[in-house]
């Protein structure tokens, strides 16, 4: 009854605002933009049976499809060239199976930009920043780390949606430098995070772009991008961020339980103190253009603060460890101990970039036989040898729509980061509307 | 009878006054009928022509100091409030949704036959340096014949064969060679018409040669004298264009 109730009201503002309308000019001073997606998404899991951290899938069941269909609005409205409002919103329905529903709209945009003195901006409200030159990782994109993104898009996509900072941004942009600075405050109930704090210079050197930045936050941070172009078809870049203080936590075991040296432990999550340590992330990547306008692709990634080997195994047997005993537990312990075990191992899994060591390959052309926009991008990881290999193609061939058609395949032992995942294989069939 | 006897001394005062020039000049005064001036405006629409359907993409083009360009896409309505800048040999595009401009190389396709080079820079001086190869009929129009080489790895081509009328210096025929030697298209410069006190060309036909039977048009319209900000041509001035 509640999945129904929760359908209508989703058709219903899913549906609500959809006048065809895409620019308006109210007159010479004001000027209305507006653009509307829809799109509904359709994927299906091949599930894995049988995981460490899922053991016989009896830890958590995760659902076989799930449909989501949003409308992705966007609205520009700008006064006499000093005011511009931007709002992007993303009303979404989702809904999976097992008849879980939701509905929830995620704002990613609702900001003023004002031209306080050309070339002088200042920004209030709540904006997406993307930051970063690289496609597979952005380890200087400090401010929205941590925010949702969809990992069934294309990279380039990822970032695009995804919930936005409340913030205030002062940017001068001057002949050779560019400086923004950037508060994003501790708001009652909209932004929980602790104060954060961004400053930016950007200079075209030569024929590079040069972008530093330094970051305060829970950790402080210090940025560092740059990208130039060899020859007329080869775009080069690298993105360096270092962090004060490890943000990654591991798993150990927090007491014996049950007679002493039962050899039976509960789990705890930790963050080790290594607080003073500096941490490198970094990438270093190509993008080679041919002449039949297929794209190459290629970088390589480093998370020093990433599961070392023997940090992994060390992880890997305490898991091993929870997965036999909630099997079968051990005489005199309730499995509720290694379900929880279990449990909080699955909250650490960041999975592509739990490990220190990646690759990252994509070969395109958004032109195959007219109208296949395709693609086939592979992330490896370089540490264990597991992997996630994502062939996709948009189907281009009508106005205002495209069908697109994807797979992930994550592939590796059941030991490694990729064959840790609960799936096997992802299918998605994704029908994007937009006037 | 008088007329006709002036006709060949009219051709060779033409021809050594066209030779008198060094190829540099020749390329600059061919660049001064395809660009009015260093900095001026104007829409453009390519159309690319497919087997069975037409594939439109509308712009309008800021230049300035020859070397600086904008072009902001109006249409079609997805593509609509795209940015892409070029500055010297830099390319970024600023697509709004992912909120970062991204750098791209010369190479990488807009649309059809249509390099990112070919909308947002409209003379060749800046990036080939030229060499006279001599004389050519193309079709009713004697032309000269150069060949260009880039000045630089970032110029988007590395060899154009350049054809334009020895009398009026107007662009006539080019094509366009890969760092292999390979033709990959060949561009007709047509639709002249008075534009800003000259003859210009309005019209370009560019053919694919890898894909026979592919080609596009482009078409450029309200050309004008019109000065930008300096600001707009900052790769990070991009999300703040109204």
Known sequence: MKVHLLRRIAILVLLSFSIPVNASVFDENLRLEYRVEFINQTTYYQLRNDTLLNPDSKLTSFPKWKNKLYKDVSINLTYKEWLKLVVKSRPTWTINNEEESSLKNYVDDAYVDIKLKNPIFLTIGKENIQEGVGLSYNPTDFLSEGKDVDYSQREEERKQDREGNYLVRFESIGDKITFSCIVAPKIDNLQKESPRYQMRLYSLVGDTDVTFSYFHGRHSKLGLNLSGIVGSNTELHTEIGLTKGSEREFLRKKREVGPPNSGIYEYEAYNPSDKGDIFVRSIIGGHYTSANKTNLIVEYFFNEDGYSKSEWDVFIEMVKDASSNFKSPPAGFPQGIFKENLRIANSLMTFRSLRKNYLFFRLSNPELFNYYDSQLSLL??????????????????????????????????SQSEFGLVPRDTELQLEVKYFF | MRKAAFLPLLLILIASNTFSLTPAKILERIDQIRAPGDTFVFDLKITY????????????????????????????????????????????????????????????????????GDVARVVFSLNYNAKLLGEEKIGESQCIKLELTPKSEQATYSRILLWAEIKSFNPIKAEFYTASGKLLKTAFYKGYAEVLGKERPLVLEIYDELRKGEYSIMEYSNMKVADTPKAFFQKTYLKHIR
Do not use: H
């Open chain 1, 380 to 413: 490896l990881n370089v540490d264990d040898g597991s992997c996630v290999v994502m062939p996709s193609v948009d189907y281009k061939r009508f106005k205002n729509l495209v069908l697109r058609f994807g797979v992930d395949w994550f592939c590796g032992d």
């Open chain 2, 49 to 116: 022509k497919k087997e069975k359907e037409d594939i439109i993409q509308k712009f309008t083009v800021r230049v300035k100091d020859a070397d600086k360009s904008l072009v902001k896409f109006t249409y079609p309505e997805a593509n609509k409030g795209r940015l892409f800048l070029m500055v010297g040999n830099n390319m970024w595009i600023y697509i709004p949704g992912t909120r970062r401009p991204i750098r791209i190389s010369p190479q990488q396709r807009l649309l059809g036959q249509i390099s990112n």
